[in-house]
């Protein structure tokens, strides 16, 4: 019995381990932007107090700490600060793929079959329906990229050919591909976010990130009005500053300050919607 319920949390775990790949990915970029500004700031410092008396004879070592001494004020933060930025939004554009490829194994590996449910569950038949018409959306899109895959999302075609003809077949245990349901993911806003969710009928509770304290320091509003509003300028904000990243050369800056109040935010938006789907699929399931 132990048995069976350990490996039941472990089958979960597989399932759902795409917050804590996102949370660790933001901690390494957080830690990589604190290591580089603190070894910029300590690198110019330490080697003035290297005594050149003792490398005197070592043509080499001193070499060395010249060319790190002139290097150190040519460093641009922004080139940094921009890379790290955009590290961590993609990391955010993953990990969303990553949450849809895991509700879907979620719910293919729960075997479910809708010629099976009665009609208190039309609920759960709308839910099903839509996922089999996004499925064969998605798979439209997925193979006609065959002979151009994206590098990015690596699919198995019979795989997807597959999912087509079971989750179409009412009296066979419904199946979708959680590979195709990344595609369509980027260039996230607010409103593109809740159309990514409707795929599995989700309707995300804004007011419920809206509502964390933690959020509303974060963007320093008073009132869960203001929140809602600035959550939705800091997606639109967050989706410019990707594009201008991407598309520019180093025309404008990002200070420190706002990459790390970025990767918080992330921090938490993730939290909210990685809650709002599993929670949704395991009603789904009940």
């Given amino acids: 019995m132990l048995l069976n319920s350990f490996l039941e949390v472990i089958s979960k775990m597989k399932e759902w381990t795409a917050k804590i790949v996102f949370d660790s990915y933001l901690n390494e970029v957080f830690e990589t932007c604190n290591g580089i ?29 010249n060319t790190a001494l002139s290097a150190v004020p040519k460093i641009r933060d922004g080139h940094v600060v921009r890379s790290l930025y955009m590290s961590a939004h993609a990391g955010f554009e993953q990990y969303l793929r990553s949450l849809f490829e895991a509700a879907a ?13 009665s009609v208190e569950d039309m609920d759960r038949v709308a ?44 009296k066979a245990a ?18 593109t976010i809740d159309k990514l ?3 599995f009928r989700c309707e995300l509770q804004w007011s419920k990130l809206a509502n964390n304290p933690e959020v509303q320091k974060l963007l320093d509003t008073k009132s869960k009005a203001e929140t ?21 050369q180093g025309e404008f800056d990002i200070s420190k300050e706002e ?3 970025h990767i918080k935010f992330l921090e938490y938006f ?17």
């Fill in 259 to 261: 990459l790390l109040k």
């Fill in 197 to 199: 969710f409707t795929r």
């Fill in 105 to 117: 194994l979620s719910i293919s590996n729960a075997k479910l079959h809708r010629s099976k449910l």
């Fill in 228 to 248: 809602d509003k600035e959550i939705t300028n800091t997606l639109l904000d967050a989706l410019k500053n990707r594009n201008r990243i991407a598309h520019t």
């Fill in 37 to 65: 500004f603190l070894a910029k700031e300590a690198r110019g410092t330490l080697l003035k107090y290297l005594s050149r008396e003792t490398l005197a004879h070592d043509v080499v070592a001193q070499g060395l700490i």
């Fill in 127 to 170: 839910i099903l329906d839509a996922l089999r018409g996004w499925q064969i959306s998605l798979a439209g899109d997925a193979f006609g990229r065959y002979f151009e895959p994206l590098a990015h999302l690596s699919v198995d075609y019979s795989q997807v050919a597959d999912a087509i003809v079971q989750c179409g077949d009412e």
């Fill in 174 to 191: 419904f199946v979708i591909d959680g590979k195709v349901f990344g595609f369509r993911v980027g260039n996230v806003d607010r409103k």
């Fill in 270 to 286: 993730s939290e909210f919607l990685f809650n709002a789907l599993s929670e949704h699929v395991t009603k789904l399931l009940k």
